[in-house]
């Protein structure tokens, strides 16, 4: 099994709409992180979090917002989703160390 | 000046040869360094991380590190088309939370 999970894998909304992605890990990791990629532009941070109790924004956290139910559960909500937050969605978990490991991602399309 | 920069790319190379991948940060204090290789659609997997100056290698895959100037490199050894891929740089800062600020990657195209 995956070691960071996403769900839904792909997701089309309309403008307005309320939206939650969800990431589960079994790396036993405290810090999450999720992440928006649009072409051109790279990987972006959005939210990260060092543990339950600590959460921060990144650069883009405009628009978001998140939740970290549990040292495993870390939920990315958009509350009213505009055309220009469609994008490829990344969570990715860390340990002490610098190195994140990624999951495999949701694919987000705003009508 | 993007704290993270990498060429684009395409970087096109023949099947058996090495591919050199660069990467320049501007934060003088980072610590840490990160080759991630991004298949269209797919996630970021890490390849490589390196921490002090000068080589690290891992199988076809050399990471170099030079501090002083600001450079980290990617080489792939006898490149195969299953290598083709983009290719992220990723830094950390010098202290506190491990916030990796990416690069915009550069596509490899290994041709047969």
């Known amino acids: 099994d995956a070691d960071v999970t996403q769900t839904p894998r792909n997701r089309i909304t309309k403008t307005g709409k309320r939206i939650m992605l969800e990431c589960s890990q079994t790396k036993g990791h405290d810090r999450m992180y999720w992440y928006r990629q649009d072409p051109g532009l790279g990987l972006r941070l959005i939210y990260y979090?060092?543990?339950?109790?600590?959460?921060n924004k990144g650069e883009i956290s405009d628009g978001y917002s998140v939740s970290r139910q549990a040292q495993a559960k870390f939920s990315l909500s958009l509350e009213s989703a505009i055309p220009n937050q469609t994008a490829l969605y990344f969570c990715a978990t860390s340990d002490t160390d610098d190195t994140q490991y990624f999951g495999p991602g949701t694919r987000l399309t705003v009508l | 000046q993007k704290e993270v920069e990498q060429n684009s790319g395409p970087l096109s190379v023949p099947e058996g040869a090495i591919a050199s991948l660069n990467c320049t940060y501007s934060d003088r204090g980072s610590q840490s360094f990160f080759w991630y290789r991004q298949y269209s659609g797919k996630s970021p997997e890490l390849i490589m991380s390196?921490?002090?100056?000068g080589d690290k290698e891992d199988g076809r895959f050399t990471a170099q590190l030079n501090k002083a100037s600001q450079y980290v490199s990617l080489l792939i050894r006898d490149s195969q088309p299953s290598d083709s891929a983009t290719y992220l740089c990723a830094v950390n800062g010098r202290t506190g939370f491990q916030k990796l600020v990416f690069g915009t990657g550069t596509r490899l195209l290994v041709s047969p």
């Open positions: 979090s060092f543990d339950v109790k600590d959460i």
């Open positions: 390196i921490y002090s100056n």
